[in-house]
């Protein structure tokens, strides 16, 4: 089955640092997405973005299909952006399910 | 918008009974809902794909006479785990989407099971 790799496990960063991270398919996926999972386990869904580039605030994501990989950037992190963050894509006739990484653990120390 | 709620949020039952789980769209209407199960630290292993109104879809390995999902309204998915035992203890979260499966899946808060 399709392979869903996140990088890096784990991030430290102080307040106010950028981050870059990454998510890197084994095959083509359709509806890729990205979501935050806060300390209590909601997860709110930040890109819907099977390709191309998308902001929202301080966040954006870019996916270049092509070449099987998107990146997540938050910029100026704040405390509040703590949690795991997953992407997740369907592949195939599976248009729906959702295969997710396994995640990257951001933490922001103030 | 693309809200769903889960209930109860949290549940411990003792070995051998059953626990249902409900899932709603609040506002929206959900073609296609999925139940995911997450142990902790660890990432979303979907468990089965329910269309209103049609048997759910169960991922191989899942045992579906064991976690029984009925989706019988477009605003309402229910996921009953029979006969708990302590290995089912984990966090149970719902997802929904109104594009027939395709697009946005939209999370419900997530229940946690813990059976003793």
């Known amino acids: 089955g399709i392979q869903v790799e996140q990088s890096p496990p784990d991030l430290i960063l102080q307040e106010g640092a950028n981050s870059t991270l990454r998510c890197n398919f084994s095959?083509?996926?359709?509806?890729l997405q990205w979501f935050h999972q806060n300390p209590w386990g909601q997860l709110i869904n930040l890109f819907y973005i099977p390709s191309g580039t998308k902001q929202n605030g301080r966040l954006s994501a870019t996916t270049v299909a092509t070449e099987r990989y998107s990146l997540l950037y938050i910029s100026s992190s704040q405390t509040t952006d703590s949690g795991v963050y997953f992407c997740?894509?369907?592949?195939?006739?599976?248009?729906?399910?959702?295969?997710f990484g396994k995640g990257t653990k951001l933490s922001v120390k103030p | 918008g693309a809200v769903v709620s889960q209930h109860p949020s949290w549940v411990i039952c003792k070995s051998g009974t059953s626990v249902k789980i409900e899932c709603r769209s609040l506002?929206?209407?959900?073609?296609?809902m999925f139940w995911y199960r997450q142990f902790p630290k660890q990432s979303l292993m979907l468990m089965a794909t329910?269309?209103?109104?049609?048997?759910?879809?169960?991922e191989q390995g899942v045992e579906k006479d064991k976690f029984l999902i009925n989706h019988a309204s477009l605003t309402l998915s229910t996921l009953t785990v029979t006969s708990a035992h302590p290995e089912d203890s984990s966090f149970y979260i719902c997802?929904?989407?109104?594009?027939?499966?395709?697009?946005?899946?939209?999370f419900g808060p997530g229940t946690r099971l813990l059976v003793l």
């Open positions: 506002d929206f209407q959900a073609t296609t």
């Open positions: 095959d083509s996926v359709n509806n």
């Open positions: 329910s269309n209103e109104g049609s048997k759910a879809t169960y």
């Open positions: 997740a894509g369907s592949y195939g006739g599976s248009q729906g399910n959702l295969i």
């Open positions: 997802s929904a989407t109104g594009d027939s499966g395709l697009g946005t899946q939209y």
